[in-house]
């Protein structure tokens, strides 16, 4: 060695990719095989695969050479694209080939949805900032398929093909959709929106087509082939579909401003749009806006609380593969007795978060033939919305923890989801709005009690002090009304309940220490202060696979 070469390198992980996410994750497969959807295993496991290896390593590039916004050509035309790095396609074109976007509308088999949302989760543990038009895409067919004019739409994303043209939908063999509500004025108050839409000819009844003139503060993934957008119309707050190119090949009458600079979510695009009499297809009635793009609502929640979970599987990965590699004060840091603490804890709740979804995603699934199902769906997505996405920055945060100072730095994916993690609790809804969205359920759907009960109910005599938890929390949910002041402590019982509920039911490791520590009172605030007498070793060996 040369007398200038002054240490060797050693006492470092190993590269963390390739891994196959799918064969190295036992608890998304035990998830997947109890919530129905082990029919599609074989397509999970392929997409595992390229996930863990050639995705992981396209999404670097994707994730810091950003959208680039082109509002006019050298010639001065306005053309108003968005330049994205080829990564990000080529990370498209995968998952929509693979069924990310498409799979619950090409292959309506009961258990289909749980088998979507467990690609969702593998997608978006790589890339993340894709995951905001595939959800849109995925949920918006709902939405098109109120409209028969529409319905080539919703079976071009069913067709689960990626073309990235800015063409006419007719010329294209599959298509991507986003949706734009949020106005300056009004926030997640969308009813007071300002934008207007006018029928074209006569009263719009009969032609469903309107002239758009407004704007959207935050508009995500505008080169989207088509957008889903409400709008001010003589019956009121309406919903309209509003392709990126009329029929005839021209471009629509909208304008893209700026592309927003946020502090994530860095491969994706997020704008602000005004429409300057652009075309719109009206899908349901005037005024029926609001309920007709709830329909996506759900969905779209149900992704955020996938999101949020993958990333705390990804991050807890990589926490995982670093302090098994890596030595400290003589021993392996995973053997370190707090560290240990700490991964099992991580373990724990990252289990918690995906068992929780993946249960909603087999409601979401059974919605249209079960009416209890429904019900569940209906308020458990608004549960585990702002539960588990509230959870997710400071799981991250933990998680560099555990590689100290190499957690910080750009070449590891943590800092990249810690920017990342605070966006599902704010997206489709911040928390607040989640909260009061539980309480109008819960009084003005008695279903919606009797559901979250039954729930509950499922996982009794197995655990006394989730028993003793369950019949508290009943007596709360019997009020004659609920205090909105008081909600957020509210939803955040359920949420614990119902992840208590779903890893006792599943028999899981995790399940007594998870009942112990958080609905038993023997934890900390932090993570990492299981009680004494908790076997690490089996928490962290079960996440590790």
Known sequence: MSRFQTHSVDNQPPEFAPRDLWASDPLLREAVEREGGHAWHARLGEYGALAGDELYRLSFDAHRDRPRLRTHDRFGHRIDVVEFHPNYHRIMQAAIEHGVAGLSWADPRPGVHVARAALSYLHHQVEPGSSCPLTMTHAAVP?????????????????????SRDVPMAQKSGVTLGMGMTEKQGGSDVRANTTSAEPLSGDGTASHEYSLVGHKWFFSAPMCDALLVLAQARGGLSCFLLPRRLPDGTRNAFQLMRLKDKLGDWSNASSEIEFTGAWAHRIGDEGRGIATILEMVMLTRLDCMLGSAAEMRMALAQALHHTMHRRAFGKRLVEQPLMRNVLADLAIESEAALALSMRVARAVDAAPRDAQEAAFARVATAIGKYWICKRAPAFVNEAQECLGGAGYVEESILPRLYRQAPLNSIWEGSGNIQCLDVLRALARKPETVAALQQELARAKGIDPTFDRYVAQLATELS????????????????????????????????????VRGRLGGEHGLALGTLPAGEDFDALIERAVG
């Open 479 to 514: 009020q004659d009304a609920f205090d909105p002041a008081g909600s957020r402590w509210l939803v955040e019982q359920l949420a614990l309940a119902l992840q208590a509920a779903v890893l006792l039911s599943a028999r899981s490791p995790a399940a007594t220490p998870f």
């Open 143 to 163: 939405v098109l398929r109120h409209a028969p004019a529409l319905h080539e739409w919703a079976d071009k994303v069913a067709g689960s093909h990626y073309d």
